[in-house]
């Protein structure tokens, strides 16, 4: 029984206590001991609840996490917790670990439900608490709310304590067992973690989304996805602190599975340094942010980590094991911030990806413009100021050149995932100066690109792009993980983007636009296709270089002799490189109807 409890049971009204001391048929000893007894609980527990703001804590387990819940007395603004865990009971914080920290009063309030969590200058919501039990009873906004993540192999029962830290800093570590610590252990619950279904009704069935293509679609920067229908709790490598809450969107449709993640977290203090951020729901260019991103003053001490990667691969390995989509046709897409993150993150998984659309993306993360460059945009998460060449990220590499597409697709030995990529030459938002040695970069590499420019601005690129290329977002379903495909490069058709500068090059253009193939035969002793070549208006023939990218079965190996032939001509001798790859250059397609392409092995 709780402290409060026994104080609300055993709190009889004073004058009561005076009648009793003064009744005729006890005597006045017992009576005036059972008024000390009273008094002294009655101080006892009043005392316990003045020391910790933390009351009722309690513990419930599931799939592989345990949820604390509190109530919590009022405290100063700026007030926070810290959660602590142990497998032995707890009277004192020194054999137990801290797991949670710097958390907000009233964690149990459900933030994403109040509009001024994303926006600044906007009437806040009425609080309502986080649902975590599906067509259950939400939690009272008022209370506390920290969410344990069990670490895999761990056994046995677990003991917690919430304290509380003043607006300055200065913890109370002050431990009153069955208030702000637990007194009975919660087992180790079994499982891995599951998200919680917030609409109303059941959730979709296992295997929902059964042999449908998945596609992953990022939002841009100040949106969210509306009416969500998955909450789950992260471990400490998805948030600057465990146990941080996030949303995601799982929706089966006639032709896919469309997963929405959202590039949201909590910092607990509003983002004031970010110009058009200020709200305590911050954005991260789907990349992540400062491990100390919660004090700013403490930012410079902080390491930027890939915390918004990790949420995202946890999201797509869940959806892939409930909804069962076909594990070869997996897809990324997004626009503006979406298309930034579907080139920082998607091109980085091509084990997952078979294709990738990015619509007015950042390519690269630089200061090439000076201070307003693309770089610049990682800043108010990542960093205290202007980016140097020696911030380091989490996994040890410079920021600046693990967020640059150029250096990362030098660098890659894997077969990428194919890239179509609209921008605008003017786009204030993206600096176009980037572009063209990306698309340089990839077509250095021999890996697929399909790119096109206009002279719209961030809000306009594209509107008027040819309809061929419009198609190119559907056109990504061309590709599949366990089927082979053909990179194109130095093609003869391509239009010239310039060095960068905005008067520079071609004012509407397009990298390998029109190029497709069909027809591939990949056996171990012969690979075939036939590539064409189509647009309104293209003049023939068009030349170009074709690389062979995830192929299956026909793999000759490092620097083997090959012949190639092309429709009717005699073969021709060409040679795989160092690492096994077959590039046929030279391609001439002289016609809507394409060239077939035949491969096999040389005679010895």
Known sequence: MSVKRRVEIFRPPVSSLWSQACSPSVSSVVKFLRIIFLLALLTTGANALAATPVGGLSA???????????????????????????QAPLDQLAAARQVGHHLEQHSARDWWEDPASFKKDVPAGAPVGFLLESNGARLDPAGGL??????????????????????????????????????????????????????????????AGQGKPLRMSLHAKGGIVHDMEYLAFGDETMGWRAGLPFKFSVRVQADEVLVQPTDRVWINRPHDEAADGGTPAIWTFWYGYNSKIYDRAAMGSGVPTNYTECRNLWIL????????????????????????GTISFGWRHPELFAALHAHVPIVSYTYVNGPRGSGSRLEPSCWTGPISPEV????????????????????ATADLPPLFLVNGRPDASIPWMNNPPFYRAVNDARQALGAYWDSGDHATCGKEAPADVKDWLKGLRRYRLDESFPAFANTSSNRNPGQGRPDDGDPIGWINRGLDWRDIVDTEDEYGLTVVADYPGLEYPVRTDVTLRRVQR????????????????PPVSIE???????????????SPAGVRIKLTRAAR
Do not use: H
Not at 554 to 569: E, I, N, T, V, Y
């Open 60 to 86: 419930a387990g599931r799939n592989g996490q345990i949820f604390l819940t509190w109530r919590e007395a009022p405290t100063p603004p700026g007030t926070t917790f810290n959660v602590y865990a142990s």
């Open 554 to 569: 026909f793999k000759p190996g490092p620097m083997a002799r090959l012949q190639a032939q092309l429709g009717d001509s």
């Open 317 to 340: 390995d869940w959806v892939s094991g409930f909804y069962r989509p076909d594990r070869n046709r997996w897809y990324c897409s997004g626009s503006s911030m979406g298309g930034c």
């Open 146 to 207: 920290f969410v344990y993540t069990v670490p895999a192999g761990a056994a046995g029962d677990w003991f917690f304590a919430v304290t509380s830290s003043d607006p300055d800093g200065r913890e109370d570590r002050t431990i009153v067992p069955g208030e702000n610590a637990t007194q009975v252990g919660t087992p180790t619950p079994g499982g891995a973690p599951q998200p919680i279904w917030q609409r109303p009704g059941p959730r979709p069935a296992p295997g």
């Open 392 to 411: 380091r990220a989490s996994d040890g590499a410079p920021l600046l050149d693990r967020m640059n597409g150029v250096l990362y697709v030098r660098a």
């Open 576 to 590: 795989t490189d160092s690492a096994g790859r077959i590039t046929i250059p030279g391609v001439a397609i002289p």
